[in-house]
């Protein structure tokens, strides 16, 4: 059984930040492309960040104050988030996903998601 449980969400003030994990069980972590999505209220999830094939990705808007890394060996990814902003202000996901071809099959796990708060 997929599990992916998120933890390290928070309260913290314009300027600081927060370390998010992810710790993911009942799949082969090291094979999947590992990423953090968010969503606000009112607005539609969107990607943060992409962990995988030993590359990373970010939007355009985390570039230089988010950093996606992982440890396969504890089945773990982080997101580290700096110089947080109240529009940082979110429900943050952590997502594996992978696509197998031959035939197509796409694998897609979610996890329940922390609150992140940037507030004064």
């Known amino acids: 059984q997929v599990h992916l449980v998120e933890s390290g969400g928070g309260l913290v003030q314009p300027g600081g930040s927060l370390r998010l994990s992810c710790a993911a069980s009942?799949?082969?972590?090291?094979?999947?492309?590992m990423s953090w999505y968010r969503q606000a209220p009112g607005k539609e999830r969107e990607l943060v960040a992409t962990s995988a094939g030993g590359s990373t990705n970010y939007a355009d808007s985390m570039k230089g104050r988010f950093t996606i890394s992982r440890d396969n060996a504890k089945n773990t990814v982080y997101l580290q988030m700096n110089s947080l902003k109240a529009e940082d202000t979110a429900v943050y996901y952590c997502?594996?996903?992978?696509?197998?071809?031959?035939?197509?099959?796409?694998?897609?796990?979610w996890g329940q998601g922390t609150q992140v708060t940037v507030s004064s």
């Open positions: 009942g799949f082969t972590f090291s094979t999947y492309a």
């Open positions: 997502n594996a996903r992978k696509v197998v071809t031959m035939p197509r099959v796409e694998y897609n796990y």
